[in-house]
């Protein structure tokens, strides 16, 4: 059985698998090459190599109540959706409540992990770390990697004929931080997610123009949803998975274009995604119609040829004097410290069983925590990941043969490219609570609707037709939390506390209303009568 663990990363997925270790009676020790926990949500003002990087004004697409880990719901005041800094806020509530920091080295950077002489029997391994210039060799029964995959920029220039001769600048979104300094300029922003629509809002309010470029298009959702709810506490039920799950493609087809095209008509704004059959993830802005119908920003098709100081586009247009160039064209992933024998990156794909661990190997001691791309809040995705890996190494959850796992994987991708398509953005791509649904199934922590109809219905329709939240998952099994439930019957509260901050009298709408209503009724009950007397 696993003892020693190491964690290398401490932003969300090393956060949430430093407590899970605990939670399992692990000893783990991670390795973080900064000076400060929280990963890609800790903004700086530089971009630094090895390190994920924001945008100043980046605010999640998830909400809070969606987001939280699964026994630590958010303080109640915090907003619905959040900046980055009250999100590393909540990380540092979050290590201080569970006393995780002082699991954690910092500026400590992974040079090498490798597998001990006797790993077939043993499952040990050797890693080598630097801190301050000075080597360290420590054997760790597990490892669980949790270094993210938004490091490495993916800059397609061969795809952009002419841009050796472009004389104005161009870089990688992963170097945008804020608008100041583009006052004035025409920008063209090649990609259409969340980061390029992001980034494209931003400039369009200081640029001269902004022009974002997209091949495929994209359905765009707002953040606010039906009664002024975030979104996902509306989209992410058991019902609507399940139906999502059973109805025929044609109709989902139908469906999803009658509910993405509520808010404004994407073939108008020439949004439409080329493929609707997909079930790409959409992009999340609440600004992007809004600058497009004032003209500050244009959409334009693919990019087919660059001058010195042009665009010229798939559709023959073309735009002239084009000042920047931001590639918002997503990120390749590596494991520099890692053999690549043991998780090989091909076309920007590993094969890992459920997204998580190397198939082939003698002992499942090693883990990858959070690389995947869930159609939802990845925060109780890598804490599920974290909670199975972690009875996994100590020998109380057991994973298939090899050749079980290789099925399975081969069957997810096929599955995957059938659902979202193969393009490089969705090589992580999968469905949100099926697979929350997986990992929980593995350590008995899946609700049971059915049990729960019988003994608790009011509960059971919670699960069912409200927001399949983290909550869910402490409801039963190991790491079951005695607050769970109160969490899931009190989440309301929590959404409409940030938004309540106008105190106002108790309105006599709704006495009105249910009057008027009786009146109607009697209305149709005379109209009824009369009628009978007519007769």
């Not at 783990?28 to 400060?36: I, K, L, S």
């Not at 090895?50 to 999640?60: D, E, F, K, L, T």
């Not at 060799?137 to 952009?160: K, N, Q, T, W, Y």
């Amino acid at each position: 059985m696993a003892k020693k663990v190491a964690v290398i990363g401490a932003g969300v997925s090393g956060l949430t698998s430093l407590k899970c270790c605990v939670d399992e009676g692990l000893e783990p020790t991670c390795f973080e090459r900064t000076e400060d926990i929280g990963g890609l949500w800790r903004f700086k003002e530089n971009v630094e190599d090895g390190r994920a990087s924001i945008y100043q004004s980046v605010i999640s697409n998830t909400s809070k109540e969606m987001t939280c880990f699964s026994d630590f719901p958010m303080p109640e005041d915090f907003p619905n959706f959040l900046h980055n800094s009250k999100l590393l806020e909540y990380f540092r509530i979050f290590a201080k409540k569970f006393d995780l920091l002082k699991y954690i080295q910092f500026q400590t950077t992974v040079l090498s992990v490798k597998k001990r002489p006797d790993f077939s029997s043993s499952g040990q391994w050797e890693v080598v770390t630097e801190s301050n210039g000075k080597e360290q060799r420590a054997v760790f029964d597990a490892v669980m990697v949790c270094s993210g995959h938004h490091i490495l920029p993916h800059i397609p220039l061969e795809s952009f004929p002419g841009i050796e001769r472009f004389k104005g600048q161009y870089f990688h979104s992963r170097q945008y931080k804020h608008p100041e300094g583009f006052e004035g300029k025409h920008i063209l922003v090649i990609g259409i997610g969340n980061s390029a629509s992001d980034i494209a809002v931003e400039l369009s309010k200081k640029a001269a123009q902004v022009f974002i470029s997209t091949r495929h298009g994209s359905w765009v959702m707002s953040r606010i949803s039906e009664d002024g709810y975030p979104w996902d506490m509306i989209f992410h039920t058991r019902f609507s998975s399940m139906l999502r799950n059973v109805l025929p493609r044609t109709i989902l087809k139908q469906m999803m274009d009658q509910q993405m095209n509520q808010w404004f008509n994407h073939k108008n704004y020439g949004l439409e995604p080329q493929n609707k059959y997909l079930m790409k993830e959409p992009v999340l802005n609440d600004d992007l119609p809004s600058r497009i119908l004032y003209g500050a920003i244009k959409v334009k098709s693919r990019v087919k040829e660059l001058t010195e100081t042009s665009a010229i586009f798939e559709d023959g247009t073309v735009e002239e004097n084009i000042d920047i160039i931001v590639f918002a064209t997503g990120y390749t992933f590596s494991f520099p410290f890692l053999e690549e024998s043991l998780v090989k990156v091909e076309d920007n794909m590993v094969s890992l069983y459920r997204y998580i661990f190397p198939p082939h190997l003698a002992k499942s001691t090693l883990a990858c925590i959070g690389l995947i791309q869930p159609l939802g809040s990845i925060f109780p995705t890598v804490e599920l990941q974290a909670r199975w890996v972690t009875r996994v190494f100590k020998g109380l959850c057991t994973l298939p043969s090899e050749r079980t796992m290789m099925a399975d994987i081969i069957k997810r991708n096929e599955k995957r490219i059938d659902l979202f398509g193969k393009s490089q953005s969705q090589t992580l791509q999968t469905n949100y609570i099926d697979y929350l649904d997986e990992l929980a199934s593995e350590i008995g922590a899946k609700p049971d609707f059915l049990s729960f109809l019988l003994k608790d219905p009011k509960l059971a329709v919670k699960l069912y037709f409200g927001p399949c939240n983290s909550y869910q998952y402490r409801l039963v099994g190991p790491g079951r939390w005695e607050g769970a439930r109160h969490a899931i019957f009190t989440q309301k509260q929590r959404i409409l506390k940030p938004l309540k901050t106008r105190a106002l009298r108790e309105s006599s709408n709704f006495s009105l209303s249910f009057l008027l209503k009786i009146l109607g009724l009697l209305a149709v009950v005379v109209a009824f009568f009369f009628q009978l007397q007519w007769f």
